[in-house]
């Protein structure tokens, strides 16, 4: 007699579906953080927002005011136009003079950058000025240009416009808006920063697909056991958002007191670090609340008893009227959206598959309950008036296909028989 050794596919699969799990999770949070990256970066319409909310911030506000009005200062000698104005005997005055001068020019520079009009101008310059840098800034604006492959940041305009504030001279002005601009990207830098890029565009979609496509896999081939599968991959991903926002927080840690030198300098780092990943945070409690929805959908698709009960009780409403639990969640899904835009379109292509995914659950479980609980019909015994409750065929053989692609495990697969058999 011979052996059979055969491996069962349960067993064969039993390192395949983990695997499989774990790359998809990867996939995704490689997805995730690049399309943060790429939102943030080179989505013009982000950054302008994100620098509206700098502009909005009072520590990074009162920094660019400190900083255009100590440059208009040092480029319009202002301490030695007021000691040329001054008797010799108070000339010495003229260093605290100028301190105060550059006091009350920083805050009134403050409230002037707290004006809407001002807030206004400055994000649609900010937009303006993105797209082109997003274009590789050749040169198109007076703000942006580029000079033998090295792109600039040019503020001339803004100090000279403080200086002139200030009352200096026109030379004065002149030599304030003849500042060195600031560079950005220089010539050497330019085409990595063209490969990286184009390496986003990839990252930031094709990666999610991916992602979806190994998780999808790894169901299919956990047979019997794809309602263990698909709770392992929720809370895969309620792990990969916590995940995301530990990084979020030690890297802003990192950034704020180890590579801010300056103490003055960190309260605006941090402001400016908040919310530079504010989308990456809010992508992060995403992948939270879909792993938490994923797992406890899990739990009532189980044989717990509490599942059952529900699913005991809803099943002859889900089964008279079948739209009505997509209708309820057709509603929470516009509540949601209601409370939190979609924002750019690449996380618009995220939305749409959470939403299909969640009408293709509630599917599954709405027949779920509806095949497993639902009572059977009560025919003729042929004695009379008396009836029995017979379980029909075609309801088991629905339940055993349902065992046998691995909907339902063993043991609800023998509850839901023996229910059947003793209605």
């Not at 009134?108 to 937009?127: F, G, I, K, M």
């Not at 890029?197 to 094709?206: D, E, Y």
């Not at 959206?337 to 009408?359: E, S």
Request: glycine share 8%; with cysteine; charged share 15%.
């Amino acid at each position: 007699m011979t052996k059979d050794t055969t491996t069962p596919p349960q067993s064969a699969h039993r390192v395949a579906v983990p695997t499989l799990i774990v790359l998809g999770l990867i996939c995704v949070m490689v997805s995730t953080v690049s399309a943060w990256l790429q939102d943030t970066v080179l989505d013009s319409g982000t950054w302008a927002d994100e620098s509206g909310q700098l502009l909005r911030s009072d520590n990074v506000r009162q920094l660019v005011a400190s900083y255009a009005v100590d440059q208009a200062v040092a480029s319009s000698d202002a301490q030695a136009r007021i000691a040329a104005g001054l008797p010799p005997a108070l000339q010495p005055l003229a260093g605290p003079a100028t301190a105060a001068l550059s006091n009350a020019a920083v805050q009134a520079t403050d409230r002037a950058l707290q004006l809407p009009q001002l807030q206004s101008a400055w994000v649609s310059a900010n937009r303006q000025a993105h797209g082109k840098l997003v274009d590789f800034l050749e040169g198109h604006t007076s703000r942006l240009t580029s000079s033998n492959g090295t792109v600039q940041l040019n503020l001339n305009n803004v100090i000279g416009d403080v200086a002139q504030r200030l009352g200096a001279s026109q030379d004065a002005v002149a030599r304030a808006q003849g500042l060195p601009a600031v560079t950005v990207i220089r010539s050497d830098q330019l085409g990595t920063v063209q490969q990286g890029v184009k390496l986003l565009h990839v990252l930031s979609v094709w990666p999610l697909f991916i992602g979806i496509g190994l998780l999808a896999l790894a169901t299919y081939l956990a047979h019997g056991r794809r309602r263990q599968a698909l709770r392992s991959a929720s809370i895969g991903l309620l792990l990969v958002g916590v995940a995301l926002l530990v990084i979020q927080r030690v890297a802003g840690e990192l950034v704020v007191n180890d590579l801010v030198k300056v103490d003055a300098v960190r309260p605006a780092a941090s402001d400016a670090w908040s919310i530079y990943t504010q989308l990456l945070v809010e992508s992060a409690w995403a992948g939270i609340a879909i792993g938490l929805l994923g797992f406890v959908g899990t739990l009532l698709a189980g044989p717990a008893p509490y599942a059952v009960r529900l699913r005991h009780r809803l099943a002859p409403t889900m089964r008279e009227h079948p739209l009505w639990p997509h209708a309820a969640l057709a509603l929470a899904g516009m509540i949601v959206l209601l409370i939190g835009p979609t924002g750019t379109p690449r996380r618009g292509i995220g939305i749409v598959l959470v939403v299909v995914l969640a009408f293709a659950g509630l599917e599954v479980w709405r027949r779920q309950a509806v095949d497993e609980l639902e009572p059977a019909p009560a025919v003729e015994d042929g004695a009379g008036d008396e009836t029995t409750a017979v379980a029909p065929p075609d309801r088991l053989a629905r339940l055993a296909a349902l065992h046998a692609d691995g909907t339902i495990s063993d043991a609800e697969f023998e509850a839901a028989r023996g229910r059947l058999q003793d209605s």
